[in-house]
C-alpha cells in the first residue's frame, strides 16, 4: 500500500505542474475538439438572423478589459454577424472603458472582412460609436424618447446630428434589437427590466418568424453571471444568451468564424478534465489510506 500513501501526500506542486501542462500543451498543439452550440446560442444567433437586412440595432458594451477574455470574443463575432447582415449598428457604453472595447473589437472585424475581400463599414453610415453616459438605468430611460439628448456627442466629439445614421435613430422605437454584453451591473438585467418599465417596443414570442415593429433584447455575460439570466430567457424577457467563453466559442461555431474562444476552448476542456481527475484520485486515496489505518487499528 506504498502507492497509496505517496499519493495521499502527493506534492501540490506537482498537481500545478500538470495542470499548467494541460493548458500550456492544447495551445501549442490544438487539439480541435468538437464544439457544440448550446440552446441559449442557438436562441441567441437564430434571433439574430431574423432582424432583416438595413435595421438598426444596439450594441451595449457593458465590460471593462478584466473580462475581455470572455466577452471580446461575443462582440467581435457579434459585429461580425451584424455587418455581414448589413445591420446599421449603434454603440455605447453603460461602463467608463466600453468605448475603448468596441474600438478593439472594431480594428478586429475590419481586418477580418478585409482579409475575406469585403467592403469595410463606414464610419457614421454604417456604424457609431456614442461613448460612455453614465446613469445606468436613467439612460435606458433617457433612450426610450431622445438619442440627442442622452447623446448629443459620440466618442469623437461629433455631434450626433452630423452623423448620417443618427438621423434613422432618433428613440428606442427605431432600433430592431438591443445586445447588452454584460460583466456585472450596469448591464443585462438594467437592460431587460428598466427597457421594458420605459416603454420599449415588446419582444416577439416564441417562433414568431415576422418582427416588424418588436424588439429584441440579447445577451452577452460571463460564466459566473450567466446562469442568474436563464429566467429571462425562458420567460421570453431575452430571446438568447452568451455564456463566458463556452458561449463565445459557440458562437464562432455557428457563424463558422473561428477565434480566440474557440482556440480557447481546448486547454480549458482538458484543464477541466484533469483537475476532475485529481478530485477522483484524491477521494479514492482518502478512502483507501483511511481503510488502512482501520486495519491497523484492528
Known amino acids: 500500500m506504498g502507492l497509496v500513501k505517496t499519493m495521499s501526500s502527493l506534492d501540490r506542486r506537482i498537481i500545478f505542474l500538470v495542470v499548467a501542462l494541460a493548458v500550456i500543451i492544447p495551445l501549442l498543439l490544438p487539439i480541435g475538439l468538437p464544439i457544440k452550440p448550446t440552446a441559449p446560442v442557438k436562441a441567441f444567433y437564430d434571433s439574430t438572423e431574423l432582424i432583416p437586412e438595413g ?63 469585403k467592403p469595410l463599414p463606414e464610419y457614421g453610415k454604417d456604424y457609431v460609436n456614442l461613448g460612455y453616459k453614465s446613469g445606468g438605468g436613467l439612460v435606458i430611460i433617457g433612450l426610450a424618447t ?47 427590466m428598466v427597457s ?6 415588446t419582444p416577439p414570442q416564441p417562433g414568431e418568424t415576422d418582427i416588424t415593429g418588436k424588439m429584441l433584447i440579447l445577451g452577452g455575460a460571463t460564466a459566473v453571471s450567466a446562469p442568474q439570466f436563464y429566467p429571462y430567457l425562458n420567460t421570453n424577457q431575452m430571446q438568447g444568451l452568451l455564456g463566458g467563453m463556452r458561449g463565445a466559442a459557440d458562437y464562432e461555431t455557428l457563424l463558422a468564424l473561428p477565434g480566440t474562444a474557440s482556440e480557447g476552448m481546448d486547454p480549458q476542456s482538458i484543464a477541466h478534465l484533469v483537475i476532475v481527475i485529481f478530485i477522483i484520485m484524491a477521494n479514492i486515496f482518502f478512502f483507501l489510506e483511511k481503510r488502512q489505518e482501520e486495519r491497523k487499528a484492528t
Open 55 to 117: 435595421s438598426y440595432v444596439l450594441i451595449s458594451f457593458d465590460y471593462d478589459p478584466a473580462t475581455m477574455p470572455e466577452l471580446q470574443p461575443m462582440a467581435i463575432s457579434l459585429l461580425y454577424h451584424c455587418f455581414s447582415k448589413k445591420l446599421k449598428v449603434v454603440m455605447m457604453a453603460l461602463w467608463p472603458q466600453g468605448p475603448q472595447m468596441a474600438d478593439l473589437a472594431m480594428e478586429v472585424v475590419n481586418q477580418q472582412l478585409q482579409a475575406e475581400g
Open 196 to 201: 421594458r418599465m420605459a416603454g420599449y417596443p
Open 146 to 192: 431622445n438619442f440627442g439628448a442622452i447623446f448629443p456627442l459620440d466618442t469623437n466629439g461629433i455631434r450626433i446630428s452630423e452623423l448620417p445614421l443618427m438621423d434613422k435613430v432618433k428613440s428606442a422605437h427605431d432600433l430592431q434589437a438591443v445586445f447588452s454584453l454584460s460583466a456585472g451591473d450596469p448591464g443585462i438585467p438594467a437592460w431587460v
